[in-house]
Nanobody, 125 residues
Framework: VQLQAYGGGLVQAGGSLRLSCAAS????????MAWFRQAPGKEREFVVA????????YYTDSVKGRFAISRDNAKSTVYLQMNSLKPEDTAVYYC???????????????????WGHGTLVTVSS
């Protein structure tokens, strides 16, 4: 399995970015997907997740109303649209894939068995 995240970059506060994560190696539509992020000097944190059918999404409070996750199962790709970006959103963003039968919460990193290498998002003030 390979997860390739891209779309990061430098943006001013209030701006927008769209991240993409292309998956390969197993049937994409069978798995939940998520984005996590890790800011400098901090632990990796959950950002948002989407169920395999795309019918349920879960957001951390700090991004609700600003970020939107979506997926295109035909393209084996998950997206993260980030609007109204803030300097505190600066981090490396990772996409991850989870078995829907996992007993671990969809909100926790331990529930995900495959990870992309990450893409850096820098928001300047």
């Amino acid at each position: 399995v390979q997860l390739q995240a891209y779309g990061g970059g430098l943006v001013q506060a209030g701006g927008s970015l769209r991240l993409s994560c292309a998956a390969s190696g197993r049937t994409f539509s069978n798995y939940d997907m998520a984005w996590f992020r890790q800011a400098p000097g901090k632990e990796r944190e959950f950002v948002v997740a989407i169920r395999r059918a795309g019918d349920n999404m879960y957001y951390t409070d700090s991004v609700k109303g600003r970020f939107a996750i979506s997926r295109d199962n035909a393209k084996s790709t998950v997206y993260l649209q980030m609007n109204s970006l803030k300097p505190e959103d600066t981090a490396v963003y990772y996409c991850a894939q989870r078995q829907p039968t996992s007993r671990l919460s969809i909100l926790t990193a331990q529930a995900y068995d495959y990870w992309g290498h990450g893409t850096l998002v820098t928001v300047s003030s």
